[in-house]
C-alpha cells in the first residue's frame, strides 16, 4: 500500500447533444409521473421527434396528465457491453396531448412500435425544458465484495 487513494474511472456528464443521440439509440423508457399520493412510473415506448419525445398510450393516467399539462420526468439507460460503460440520461418537462390534425398525422409516420397490445389510438409528447446524462465505467461486481457481505456461490455443476 502506498497510502495514495484508490482513483476510479471518472463519471463523465454528457453533454446536450450526447444526450440526443443516447436517446435516439433506445425505444424503451420510464415515465414519472407526480401522482396524488405517490409518484407513479410507466415503460413506455418512445421516440424522438423534433427536439420532444413522443409515445401512444390508451385512454388513462398518461393521458390524463397530458390533459392536465403535468410536469414529468423520463429515464433511459444502458449499458454498452463491449466497452464496459454504461449511461443514463433524464429529461425533465411537460406532458401535452397531440391534437392538432396535422401534428396527429405527423405522428402517425414516426416510426413508434408499442411493445403491448392495445388500440392505443393517442399521441403524448414531452416537451423538455431539462436534459442531462452521464456516462461511466461499470464496476467489477468484486469491487463491493467485503468480508461482511460475501458472496453465495452456485453449486459446482
Request: charged residues 20%; contains cysteine.
Amino acid at each position: 500500500m502506498t497510502g495514495q487513494p484508490m482513483r476510479y474511472p471518472p463519471v463523465r456528464e454528457l453533454s446536450s447533444e450526447e444526450c440526443w443521440d443516447r436517446l435516439r439509440t433506445t425505444v424503451v423508457g420510464r415515465l414519472a409521473i407526480a401522482g396524488d399520493a405517490y409518484p407513479e412510473m410507466f415503460p413506455v415506448n418512445y421516440v424522438v421527434d423534433r427536439g420532444t419525445l413522443v409515445f401512444r398510450s390508451d385512454p388513462g393516467a398518461k393521458i390524463a396528465a397530458s390533459l392536465d399539462g403535468a410536469r414529468v420526468a423520463f429515464e433511459v439507460d444502458a449499458i454498452e457491453r463491449v466497452t464496459g460503460e454504461a449511461w443514463s440520461v433524464v429529461v425533465k418537462g411537460g406532458l401535452e396531448p397531440v391534437l392538432a390534425t396535422t401534428d396527429v398525422l405527423d405522428a402517425l409516420g414516426l416510426p413508434l412500435f408499442p411493445w403491448q397490445y392495445g388500440a392505443k389510438a393517442f399521441f403524448v409528447r414531452i416537451v423538455p425544458v431539462s436534459l442531462s446524462g452521464r456516462r461511466f465505467v461499470v464496476a467489477d461486481p468484486a469491487h463491493w465484495v467485503t468480508q461482511i457481505t460475501g458472496i453465495q456461490r452456485a453449486a459446482e455443476e
